[in-house]
């Protein structure tokens, strides 16, 4: 009985019993969150007709919680990377604050709930998008493609362009043209966007064994790509305009943000050495992070006069 | 070090459950009027009148 005992007591030292609120709200990755948040609310008042502000809040908080489960269950299959690397390894599973068990059960639990109320209180379609985006996050991108391919964050990136569909389909209980353009913008976004990040943390990505395009294909085919994701994004900023889906004021400000885009990923492609390459990257990195806030931005604008 | 009361939690591992329980607490309070709210929504204006159906007549 003793020795049952102490052994026990010994035990409730190592415990993740320390574990505080803000290690649960961190395991949902609330930056990421934030974005979600954004862009689903775009869908939502962009699409035509009318929701009850209750319902339209409803919708918005199980995107977000949705999103945060994903983020949760991310982090517990990718705690192994996590640990090797600078950027994550004070997250709450590698610091040793929350049990990989735990944040699994959280995730699930935060999936379940999130899309049983979103389908049950707002509609079928947006519960089964949310669905479908929580398991592309976790299972296609998590589990398979991010260890798998160059191509990771390409094809997982559709993931974090659906919130403006599912915010659409909250409202109107179908998909269109708009929404689906939306979805390009930020599908088209996320690689320029996290190349720019991989070429700075290329280190940190070697050491965690995931194979990013600079690992893979090196640092000039990784800037070549850049330029031509950046190439086609320009033009799919301003198609909600040129299609007739927004006004002048979307217009010109997604031609100038466009051309400011290319300006920076040609930057990226044009400096290769030392610190004149390193801050190129860096520029497009906070760049395009206040490109697609300020398109959406004004598409949000946009809605809520018309 | 022995004893027979199980595990021992520090006093940082008790504030750090308390925490986690009241927040627990709140959100369960947030969705019991959450639900609340979103029912009286769902249902629309006339969940507050009246029934109008005709009184069912007892026939002694």
């Not at chain 1, 991989?198 to 940190?204: E, N, T």
């Not at chain 1, 466009?258 to 990195?285: D, I, M, N, S, T």
């Not at chain 2, 329980?21 to 609340?36: E, N």
Request: charged share 15%; aromatic share 10%; glycine share 10%.
């Amino acid at each position: 009985m003793s020795l049952i005992s102490e052994e026990r007591t010994v035990r409730a030292d190592n415990l993740s019993g320390f574990a505080g609120v803000e290690d649960y709200w961190a395991l949902l990755k609330p930056r990421v969150m934030s974005l979600v948040i954004f862009t689903a609310l775009v869908g939502i008042v962009r699409a035509p007709g009318d929701i009850h502000p209750v319902i339209g809040f409803v919708a918005l908080l199980c995107i977000a919680v949705g999103a945060g489960a994903a983020g949760a269950l991310n982090m517990w299959w990718d705690a192994d990377i996590d640990a090797r690397m600078d950027r994550t390894r004070t997250r709450p599973i590698p610091a040793g604050r929350v049990e990989p068990g735990e944040a699994m059960v959280f995730g699930l639990l935060l999936s379940g709930a999130s899309v049983l109320m979103l389908g049950l209180l707002v509609g079928v379609l947006a519960g089964a998008l949310l669905a479908f985006t929580i398991f592309f996050y976790a299972v296609i991108y998590s589990m398979w493609l991010k260890r798998a391919t160059p191509q990771n964050i390409v094809i997982g990136g559709a993931a974090g362009a659906l919130p403006p569909i599912i915010g659409w389909a909250a409202v109107t209980g179908n998909v269109t043209l708009e929404p689906l353009l939306l979805f390009t913008l930020i599908f088209v976004w996320t690689p320029p966007h996290f190349w720019a990040l991989a070429l700075l943390k290329k280190r940190d990505y070697e050491r965690a064994g995931i194979p990013m395009l600079p690992n893979v294909a090196g640092d000039d085919e990784t800037r070549r790509q850049i330029l031509l994701y950046s190439l086609v994004l320009a033009p799919v900023g301003v198609a909600p305009f040129a299609l007739g889906m927004t006004g002048w004021l979307y217009g010109a400000i997604s031609i100038a943000l466009g051309a400011f885009f290319l300006l920076f990923a040609w930057q990226v492609y044009r400096k290769r050495e030392g610190e004149a390459a390193e801050r190129a990257c860096k520029h497009l990195f906070a760049y395009s992070i206040l490109y697609l806030f300020l398109l959406f931005a004004v598409l949000l604008g946009e809605g809520m006069v018309r | 070090m022995t004893n027979d009361k199980g595990v021992i939690l520090t006093e940082a591992q008790k504030k750090s459950r308390r925490r986690r329980s009241l927040a627990i607490g709140l959100v369960l309070a947030f969705l019991v009027i959450l639900f609340y709210v979103v029912t009286i929504v769902k249902l629309g204006p006339g969940v507050m009148k009246k029934s109008e159906l005709p009184a069912i007549t007892v026939l002694a």
